[in-house]
């Protein structure tokens, strides 16, 4: 699986957009995007995923180069909420089972 | 809905004590999966099944076996608890289509004395 690099901490202010970067530059071309996060030790939490497309959701939205090797997540309007950790993960496609490999992510705190 | 429930949620062995944790799923996915997080580092896989009756290693499987008898449950065992097996345990689950994303439970958090 092609590894990520995320920056270990950012901070964001309440009610403005965050802007998370990761970059995957080995990606293989059946591997997706995928962004989870973790709030207090909770149980990882799915945000979003993507292949090649830009995609959005009602929790953000997926911004991916047109030569994937990197790709940002957007919190349109930050709340304190979204205080977590978040991971950028690259996995393939196909009927695996393969694990997802969570590094140590972005510690993001929202600032009132 | 539930989606993905783990039991128990907090646990105190002693060295040599032996446990199983559940883990149960109400949305009919074939794939099911438990991970340990330890401070400070990313979820490491310790095994993983693909249907009722299966069962592989992951990344981290000493130590822990593990079983699939029914397609909603996923058990995690631990025959002989060491202070290394202390942790927090996430279980997973997912679709059997390769873009599907894993749904995790809220985890179980394990000491060893």
């Known amino acids: 699986d092609a590894k990520t690099t995320q920056p270990p901490s950012m901070d964001c202010a309440e009610g403005r957009a965050a802007n998370l970067p990761c970059n995957h530059s080995?990606?293989?071309?059946?591997?997706?995007v995928y962004w989870y996060r973790q709030i207090h030790s909770q149980g990882p939490q799915y945000i979003i995923h993507g292949l090649k497309n830009n995609e959005t959701n009602e929790m953000a939205s997926l911004i991916i180069t047109e030569d994937r090797k990197s790709s940002t997540l957007i919190l349109p309007h930050a709340t304190l909420r979204d205080t977590a950790v978040y991971y950028c993960?690259?996995?393939?496609?196909?009927?695996?089972?393969?694990?997802?490999?969570f590094g140590t992510g972005t510690s993001l705190t929202v600032i009132p | 809905n539930a989606g993905v429930t783990q039991t128990p949620k907090f646990r105190v062995l002693k060295t040599g004590q032996s446990m199983t944790l559940l883990c149960a799923q109400d949305?009919?996915?074939?794939?099911m999966y438990w991970y340990r997080q330890d401070p400070g580092m990313g979820l490491r896989l310790i095994h993983y099944s693909v249907g009722e009756g299966t069962t592989a290693k992951g990344e981290v499987p000493d130590g822990y076996n593990v079983s699939r008898l029914k397609k909603q449950n996923f058990l995690l065992g631990l025959e002989s608890a060491a202070p290394s097996q202390t942790s927090v345990y996430f279980c997973a689950s997912s679709y059997w289509t390769g873009d599907q994303p894993q749904h995790f439970g809220d985890g179980t958090r394990l000491s060893i004395l």
């Open positions: 080995t990606i293989s071309g059946n591997e997706y």
């Open positions: 949305m009919n996915h074939e794939y």
């Open positions: 993960i690259v996995r393939p496609g196909g009927n695996t089972g393969n694990q997802f490999y």
